[in-house]
């Protein structure tokens, strides 16, 4: 049995260049509920948290001439949300007027997903349910072995998810 951790994960934070500007897009766009708005930093209630780059660097790094460079934590982050329903996702996004990095693609293991950028440029992933995926590719006329084989799922979760069998 394993020890009790000291630490555990609490959230995600982003540094980010203007936190109304992130706040409208997460809490409008994205569906994030704000937690807690101390003006520096917002906390959303589903571990998702920003914050005011300039304020974070100055805090962790202390105060520093940055002669206008980007505080924004772009770097290879990716946020990632799950949907029911891609087709009204990307809509929203779309009428959004995000800045797609791809549009609705399948995945090597047949999910959909859209990925896109927010307002700082931090990559955010909008991914079906795998239980939507393979519903979708049962619909579609793949029998349950062909879903295994195509999402590389184990086939006691694919036929739970598809109703026909126990997990």
Not at 102 to 110: D, I, S, Y
Not at 116 to 130: C, K
Request: glycine share 8%; proline share 3%.
């Amino acid at each position: 049995m394993a020890d009790n951790p000291i630490f555990s994960f609490h959230s995600t934070v982003l540094f980010v260049n203007d936190v109304e500007i992130s706040k409208k897009f997460y809490t409008e766009v994205m569906g994030e509920e704000i937690e807690l708005d101390l003006g520096k930093n917002v906390g959303f209630k589903s571990a998702l948290a920003i914050w005011d780059g300039r304020y974070g660097r100055d805090v962790i790094f202390g105060a520093a001439d940055t002669n206008g460079e980007d505080f924004s934590s772009k770097r290879m982050l990716e946020i990632y949300y799950e949907t029911e329903d891609m087709e009204q996702t990307f809509d929203k996004l779309n009428a959004a007027g995000v800045e797609f990095v791809h549009g609705v693609t399948a995945q090597p293991w047949c999910q959909l997903t859209v990925r896109f950028l927010d307002p700082d440029g931090h990559m955010i992933e909008v991914g079906e349910r795998m239980d939507v995926c393979v519903k979708r590719l049962a619909a579609s006329g793949m029998s349950a072995d062909e879903i295994v084989a195509s999402t590389t799922m184990p086939p006691e979760v694919v036929k739970y998810m598809l109703g026909t069998g126990e997990q």
